[in-house]
């Protein structure tokens, strides 16, 4: 009788996670690692109970356990959907989580557009004395060559562009059950993705200009290198998603998993898209232009 009134649910009770605990856990040895190695970086000691901390090590300690516990946590997702856990309402929560992760990430990225457009539209403030030393009140500021936004960031703009299209490409060829396609676009996608990483960092080692020039380099490194950090993270998001189509985890019914990565991932496209408009085109107006 039991089995039947809990049959009538459309939800499912887990086992206890030791997931969220450890997670935390490892994400708190990270951030007290990373003052570890601040203290380490400026010279000095952090005893702790007579043993010098100031060192790198815990910090890394920190993100091995916070790897472990995202693979061990996906890793659970993965087999309670295979088991028939994720009914209509736990797959709804799933999406819910990753709208409210996506949102998060967007806030983020809202601070570094609010510091960059603080800067550039406001380089001559009379109250900030440094920003109008530096920037000489014009922006760009004197003596800063930019890079030339239809070079290789158009080449980056271009590539993203054709990533999302692949991808678009494979999430539609798993709706109409063609693995094949499924395979192939996730592949493109994958590789476009590797692609644009490699231009920018090409870029970042030929930019005639560095992150302690000014606040024009520290608002231009700041806003796309954590753009391409996103990138990285969802080049290895799309990975996985590729090594498990090919293993046929995905169908045409439960795939959130490859959802989830689509919407990441076409969110970075976006980001960009206002990056490039803003950071490389509008913010290069009346600049010089370096030489490639």
Not at 62 to 80: A, N, P
């Amino acid at each position: 009788m039991a089995e039947a009134n809990a049959k009538q649910h459309d939800y499912h009770i887990l086992d206890p996670s030791p997931w969220p605990v450890l997670g935390s856990l490892g994400a708190l040895v990270m951030c007290i690692g990373g003052v570890f190695w601040m203290q380490y970086l400026k010279g000095n000691e952090f005893p702790v109970f007579g043993v010098n901390m100031a060192s790198p090590w815990p910090f890394w300690v920190g993100v091995l356990i916070v790897l472990y516990t995202m693979y061990g946590w996906w890793s659970d997702t993965v087999k309670e959907a295979h088991e028939g856990h994720h009914t209509r309402v736990v797959s709804l929560h799933l999406r819910y989580g990753m709208i409210m992760f996506i949102a998060s990430e967007v806030m983020f990225f809202v601070a570094w557009f609010w510091v960059f457009f603080d800067a550039s539209l406001f380089p001559g403030e009379t109250v900030q004395y440094a920003r109008n030393e530096y920037t000489g009140g014009i922006w760009p500021p004197k003596g800063i060559e930019v890079l030339d936004p239809f070079y290789l960031p158009l080449y980056n703009t271009i590539i993203l562009l054709l990533s999302g299209t692949s991808l678009t490409w494979a999430h539609h060829a798993l709706l109409n059950n063609d693995r094949k396609g499924l395979i192939n676009g996730l592949a493109i996608t994958v590789a476009l993705g590797v692609l644009f990483s490699f231009v920018q960092a090409y870029e970042y080692a030929h930019a005639p200009f560095a992150f302690k020039d000014s606040i024009y380099g520290a608002t231009f490194f700041m806003a796309t290198g954590f753009h391409g950090f996103h990138v990285f993270v969802g080049t290895i998001f799309l990975i996985v998603c590729l090594i498990r189509a090919i293993r046929g985890d995905f169908t045409p019914k439960q795939h959130f998993g490859l959802e989830a990565a689509a919407w990441y991932w076409h969110f970075v496209d976006v980001v960009w898209l206002f990056l490039y408009a803003t950071i490389y085109v509008w913010a290069s107006m009346g600049g010089v232009i370096a030489v490639h």
